[in-house]
T-cell receptor, first 113, second 114 residues
Framework: EAQVTQNPRYLITVTGKKLTVTCSQN?????MSWYRQDPGLGLRQIYY???????DKGDVPEGYKVSRKEKRNFPLILESPSPNQTSLYFC????????????FGPGTRLTVL | AQSVAQPEDQVNVAEGNPLTVKCTYS??????LFWYVQYPNRGLQFLLK????DNLVKGSYGFEAEFNKSQTSFHLKKPSALVSDSALYFC????????????WGAGTKLIIKP
């Protein structure tokens, strides 16, 4: 089944404890992206990747890192999480650019205490 | 600045009635416009998109949207609402000045009452 998977789905952590949210897609898509969703703010893009080893900042990159060593994986790293990073995170992929239909993962709900 | 507005935080419709979820945009050049839906505790799903051609676009689950260039709008419509249409709906537009990334609206919660 064609899909985008994210792990973990739920995570409660404490300030400053490094964490990684994994994202994987099995559709051979070149484009991948991370978003955060907050009430009243819609989706805001954190980082995106047009292809392997190519990543760019989105609208809200501060406090996040990403890497794209393989086409299928695009992990999101929070080196030192803070409470303002408590949010719902979505990974998405599409065949080429963001103008293609994007396929979203199920989301990761992160709480930073 | 490029932007997308969904002027209604919530829309309430009785089952069987037509529904409209509004979206207006501000972007230079030819817009690429999208609608996505998010059901509770799920990721977003693609509904439909306008790239070029016919202004009336048909999508999944009986939804359609009309591109209106003069009013810079891309309203989502359905002739007869179902309770199962209750969800959060997002409009998005391609930003030609930001490496073609999508600009998202804040979302509209659609509630269909039996």
């Amino acid at each position: 089944e064609a899909q985008v998977t994210q792990n973990p789905r739920y995570l409660i952590t404490v300030t400053g404890k490094k964490l990684t949210v994994t994202c994987s897609q099995n559709m051979n898509h070149e484009y991948m992206s991370w978003y955060r969703q907050d009430p009243g703010l819609g989706l805001r893009q954190i980082y995106y990747s047009m292809n392997v080893e190519v990543t760019d900042k989105g609208d809200v990159p501060e406090g996040y890192k990403v890497s794209r060593k393989e086409k299928r994986n695009f992990p999101l790293i929070l080196e030192s999480p803070s409470p303002n990073q408590t949010s719902l995170y979505f990974c998405a992929s599409s065949p080429q650019t963001s103008t293609d239909t994007q396929y979203f993962g199920p989301g990761t709900r992160l709480t930073v205490l | 600045a490029q932007s997308v507005a969904q002027p209604e935080d919530q829309v309430n419709v009785a089952e069987g009635n037509p529904l409209t979820v509004k979206c207006t945009y501000s972007v230079s050049g030819n817009p690429y416009l999208f609608w996505y839906v998010q059901y509770p505790n799920r990721g977003l799903q693609f509904l439909l998109k306008y790239i070029t051609g016919d202004n009336l676009v048909k999508g999944s689950y009986g939804f359609e949207a009309e591109f209106n260039k003069s009013q810079t709008s891309f309203h989502l419509k359905k002739p007869s609402a179902l309770v199962s249409d209750s969800a959060l709906y997002f409009c998005a537009v391609r930003d030609p000045h930001s490496n073609y990334q999508l600009i998202w609206g804040a979302g509209t919660k659609l509630i269909i009452k039996p």
